[in-house]
């Protein structure tokens, strides 16, 4: 199949499985539900999700193992745009094209909806690994799976980042700090989805070590690459991006080598089958459309 009808085939199961972790409630819960359902399909490309399912096969398993980590850290995903966009933060009154949660709901009813969305990414997965696990070796992959997308999502990754940025001004910014904040902003949930679906996927060690290293790579390109493409709108914010310190062609070549490291790495892997996470790499780093 070719991998465009893979991607959308993708997105389309992702999207219906997400549907089936909330319950149609029409009583006391109906608000809370709408304003999560409002973020939750409002068009997200599914990319980390994505990546864990790949990830996972490329290492053996099945999409059924791997599915309720997949929708939890889209849900994470999901609760850092709705939290990301309040008015204590970025203040943004539009995410892809529509009106942001606070700015439908309000404030207080978006800031419960990330809530919410954080908490139902762990009884999303607690659910499946108190229910599915069929043997100690299975519970074991499951939890340290949970374990790396917990890490990844907190102090120590985004939510670390999310205050590096928070604390910084142009001033105190420079290239080493705006990297590491790179790192834990966009590359930790992208490692996370990585590291798990090797993990859930029965990847040794070396294994995962080695994919946690595409995966930063991978996050690194794709938050380069963003940099580019909203070049003019950051200029216009006085937002300090990897251009403020880079050239266009000096931040173009930066991608170019992070995606063939990244590539580098799947490539390592003679007797698996990389050839999906190979060409998603080179989508998301801006070389195949
Ligand atoms: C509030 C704890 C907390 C964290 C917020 C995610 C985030 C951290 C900030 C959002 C702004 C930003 C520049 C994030 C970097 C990652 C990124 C490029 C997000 C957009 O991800 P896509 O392209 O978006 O996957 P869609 O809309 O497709 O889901």
Redesign the pocket.
């Known amino acids: 199949m070719l991998l465009k009808e893979t991607i959308e085939d993708m997105r389309v199961l992702i999207n219906r499985e997400l549907k089936n972790t909330l319950e149609d409630e029409i009583g006391y819960q109906e608000k809370i539900v709408e304003a999560i359902s409002y973020s939750l399909f409002a068009?997200?490309?599914r990319?980390?999700p994505i990546l864990l399912l790949k990830s996972c096969e490329a290492f053996g398993g099945s999409y059924n193992r791997s599915m309720p980590f997949a929708l939890a850290i889209e849900m994470i995903?999901t609760y850092?745009?709705i939290?990301?966009d309040l008015p204590s933060?970025?203040d943004d009154d539009f995410r892809?094209d529509k009106p942001t949660n606070h700015k439908v709901f309000g404030e207080a009813i978006a800031i419960l909806a990330g809530d919410g969305l954080l908490n139902l990414a762990f009884e999303t997965m607690l659910n499946h690994i108190t229910q599915n696990s069929q043997c100690i070796e299975e519970y074991r992959r499951n939890t340290r799976a949970m374990n790396e997308i917990a890490r990844y999502s907190g102090i120590y990754g985004?939510?670390g980042?999310?205050v590096v940025d928070l604390l910084s001004n142009d001033i105190s910014m420079d290239e080493d700090k705006l990297l590491f904040m790179y790192r834990c902003?966009?590359a930790a949930l992208i490692q996370a989805s990585i590291v798990a679906g090797v993990i859930l996927g029965g990847g040794s060690d070396e294994d995962i070590e080695h994919m946690r290293r595409f995966g930063l790579k991978l996050g690194l390109a794709?938050?380069i690459r963003?940099d580019i493409l909203d070049k003019e709108e950051d200029e216009g914010m006085k937002k300090v991006t990897y251009l403020t310190y880079n050239t266009i062609d000096e931040s173009a070549e930066k991608v170019e080598n992070l995606s063939d490291e990244a590539i580098g790495i799947l490539k390592l892997y003679k007797d698996k089958d990389m050839e999906f996470l190979i060409n998603l790499t080179e989508i998301l780093s801006g070389r195949k459309v």
């Open positions: 068009g997200g490309k990319i980390r995903h850092s745009l939290h990301d933060m970025d892809r985004m939510v980042g999310q902003k966009t794709y938050q963003d």
